[in-house]
């Protein structure tokens, strides 16, 4: 690490800090009720609790569990459905639009959809995560797949290689700095949509034990939940970046 | 019956050329790029093909690849028509940046070519140490094509292409881009490699020294739409030599000749 880099790390620690500092400040002057704001020491204490007495693991679990099928499902259909999309064409003039339409469409709109279809139940967690968490896999997908360089199909073409081989040594590799973006980014979405699925169906996760907290009253288990909810968020993002890292390591040397 | 055919077509095939353009013509886009273009290349030959820029140099060596079939008459290969590319066939593009996978290293590309022929897993690694050195590239295995300049490119590519075991080879430009040190030294490489494999290759260039350099036989284009212009043959003695070839009285004489072609057909 650089000098410069770590100062921004270093300033980057300070305003954390700071902020948990005024947090601490606000609760401990009472300047919002503690029924509705615990102080970083309450909402710590309730993690530990949490911890400790096992409930929270088992609701991190379950909203894993969530995100990570939802999530693995929609890179394995948006990577499939993209790749054939994007290999053709064709494909691309008379399906883009359709993708156009539908890509706006707030994911909220179809889970009354979902809820009517499959009920409360893991099926349509399952699915509509899958399904809002589909759209950045795919479209990147779509766009890997379109822009490979046209010579090296001229290279597979005159070394005959069956297409199966094209598709795992050209096109997949040449996509992969595109696909491992929209995984990325679909990532967040998963977790998003595991705690609103959780929220709505009373699903065992983290969602649900905002959820309950709330409606108790709770406010430092509320607390708990959420910050753990946002270290989820950070912890898989980083994961997924170092993976991407590790994927792309042929792309250092041309950045 | 059958082994009366069989004789015939291997007493045939010491006549035949390699590589046969008969009457081809090609059109791209209604546009006619190539016409009647009648053209044989014989086994072991290096043929080397010059020619303005644009006149379609370049579109008649990806017929000979097989990468475009003519609108109007044939390509033999061997004495069969050429319906798609085969690995025989091997071809050095002009453009080597694009032509190589970024994401596979010096080995890795390498490799490309020897998994799509068929080699076992175990074989491999001791072919590409070969073929790298076979190129002037050892103890370049693990660089990534991003991390070698132009010219180590360029013989990666090669590389590549040696690895199909090509009986033919084709090769567009595949110095254009390289400063005139490492062209001279690539030129050399590629005559002793040729005379090793004793493959025949096509070589396309807009250098006239390069071609007489290299070559058995020059053909010269014209334009639009591309057809054989001027016909040599360059009868200078093997190996040659980058000094005492380019001063032989032959070379000079082919050079003027060339020259005062392609002078005439940028009027
Ligand atoms: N795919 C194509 N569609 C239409 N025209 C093309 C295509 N490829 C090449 N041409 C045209 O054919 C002519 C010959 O091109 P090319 O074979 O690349 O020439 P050279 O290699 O001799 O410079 C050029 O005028 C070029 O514009
Ligand atoms: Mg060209």
């Not at chain 1, 053709?88 to 909220?108: C, K, N």
């Not at chain 1, 479209?139 to 490979?148: D, E, R, S």
Request: aromatic share 8%; with cysteine.
């Amino acid at each position: 690490m650089n000098r410069t880099a770590l100062i921004w790390r270093v300033a980057s620690f300070a305003v954390a800090a700071g902020f948990i500092a005024l947090w601490q400040l606000i609760a401990n002057l009472k300047l919002v009720s503690p029924v509705f704001l615990p102080g970083p020491d309450r909402a710590w204490a309730a993690l530990m609790r949490g911890f400790s007495s096992g409930d929270l693991w088992s609701k991190l679990a379950g909203t894993l569990e969530h995100m990570a099928y939802g999530w693995l499902a929609a890179s394995i259909a948006g990577i499939a459905i993209g790749a054939i999309i994007g290999s053709s064409r064709t494909m691309r003039t008379y399906v883009a639009p359709s993708l156009e339409f539908l890509r706006p469409l707030p994911v909220s709109a179809i889970i009354p959809v979902a809820i009517a279809m499959l009920g409360l139940t893991q099926a349509m967690a399952l699915f509509v995560i899958a399904f809002g968490a589909i759209w950045p896999i795919m479209l990147a997908t779509i766009h890997g797949f379109a822009a490979v360089e046209p010579r090296l199909y001229e290279v597979a073409r005159s070394l005959q290689m069956s297409r199966l081989a094209v598709i795992f040594k050209i096109a997949l590799p040449s996509a992969s700095p595109d696909i491992l973006a929209g995984m990325r980014l679909s990532l967040t979405v998963a977790l998003i949509l595991s705690v609103v699925c959780e929220i709505l169906a009373g699903l065992d996760g983290l969602g649900h034990w905002v959820l309950l907290s709330a409606r108790a009253f709770r406010s430092a288990d509320l607390f708990a939940g959420v910050i753990l909810l946002g270290v989820t968020g950070y912890v898989t993002s980083v994961a997924m970046s170092l993976a991407e890292h590790r994927l792309l390591a042929w792309q250092a040397s041309q950045r | 019956m059958a082994s009366a055919a069989k004789r015939l077509e291997a007493v045939s095939d010491t006549a035949t050329p390699q590589i046969a353009f008969d009457g081809v013509t090609l059109a791209l886009g209604g546009k006619t790029i190539i016409e009647n273009l009648s053209l044989g290349v014989r086994p072991g030959e290096f043929l080397c093909i010059v020619g303005a820029s644009g006149c379609g140099k370049t579109t008649a060596l990806r017929l000979a690849a097989g990468l475009y079939q003519p609108t109007g008459g044939r390509v033999n290969f061997d004495g069969q028509p050429m319906r798609e590319p085969r690995r025989e066939i091997a071809i050095v593009f002009q453009d080597y940046g694009k032509a190589l996978l970024p994401w596979r290293t010096a080995a890795g590309n390498v490799s490309l070519a020897l998994e799509a022929g068929g080699m076992p897993t175990a074989e491999r690694p001791a072919r590409i140490e070969e073929l790298l050195r076979t190129v002037g590239l050892p103890g370049h295995a693990g660089k990534y094509p991003s991390e070698m300049s132009g010219g180590m490119q360029q013989r990666l590519q090669i590389a590549r292409c040696l690895a199909q075991e090509p009986k033919t080879l084709l090769m567009d430009e595949p110095f254009g881009a390289l400063d005139a040190m490492t062209r001279q030294g690539l030129q050399d490489e590629v005559l002793s490699l040729v005379a090793a494999s004793g493959a025949t290759v096509i070589f396309v260039t807009h250098d006239l020294d390069e071609a007489i350099y290299l070559g058995d036989r020059v053909i010269g284009l014209l334009p639009h739409p591309g057809r054989i212009g001027i016909e040599l043959s360059v009868n200078l003695p093997r190996p040659r030599d980058q000094l005492s070839t380019r001063e032989h009285p032959e070379f000079l004489r082919l050079r003027r000749q060339l020259f005062d072609f392609i002078k005439a057909t940028e009027q």
